[in-house]
Each structure stands twice: as C-alpha cells, then as structure tokens.
Nanobody, 117 residues
Framework: QVRLQESGGGLVQAGQSLRLSCEAS????????MGWYRQAPGKRREFVAE????????AYGDFVKGRFTISRDTSRGTVDLQMNSLTSEDTAVYYC??????????WGVGTQVTVSS
C-alpha cells in the first residue's frame, strides 16, 4: 500500500519562499507519476504540479507562472515542491499524490501553507 506524507508547510510573508516535501513509501517515486494539488477555503482542489515517472518531464498549473519547481529524489523517496514569490493567493492546503496510471491515485493528508500579505 502506498503511503505519502507531506511536510514543510507553514506561515510566511508575501514574497518569501517555502519548500514542501512529500515522502513516499517503497519505490513509489520511481513507479508513479508524482504531483501536488492544493485547496483553498471555499474553493475547488486545484492542480499545482506533476513530474512524470521515469523522466524529468513536468507540468504546472497556469497560475504557477514560473514560481514553483517540482523535483524528485528517488534515492530518498521524496518529491519536493519549491515555491518562490508566494502571495496570499497561494494560501491553501497542499496535497501530494502518487498516480500509478493503472490504478487508483493515492493522496497524502496535506500540509497547510499560509501566506500573509
């Protein structure tokens, strides 16, 4: 069973940076597409970023505009999301996911990011 645990959330001021990390069980980061969604209060869950298994191919939500970078470290079993130039609009719970493409997507429990203006 795949298990995902996010960390790195917190409270920062606008313009600052945060680095989120998602630790995955087993070989998940090698066998799954890995990514992040976020959900702000009263809003729908929104795609943030994804990195494709077995490659360096990445995708980002339109709102990212070059501010975020997703990366994977298969030796550590982690997927990180470096977030720069944060604004209050980035305040949300950020969820890590693993997608095997042949089964059910697995989600972490989320980590809160709060950006004060």
């Amino acid at each position: 069973q795949v298990r995902l645990q996010e960390s790195g959330g917190g409270l920062v001021q606008a313009g600052q940076s945060l680095r989120l990390s998602c630790e995955a069980s087993g070989r998940t980061t090698s066998t799954h597409n890995m990514g992040w969604y976020r959900q702000a209060p009263g809003k729908r869950r929104e795609f943030v970023a994804e990195i494709v298994r077995g490659s360096h191919s990445t995708a980002y939500g339109d709102f990212v505009k070059g501010r975020f970078t997703i990366s994977r470290d298969t030796s550590r079993g982690t997927v990180d999301l470096q977030m720069n130039s944060l604004t209050s609009e980035d305040t949300a719970v950020y969820y890590c996911y693993g997608d095997p493409q042949t089964g059910i997507r697995t989600w972490g429990v989320g980590t809160q990011v709060t950006v004060s203006s």
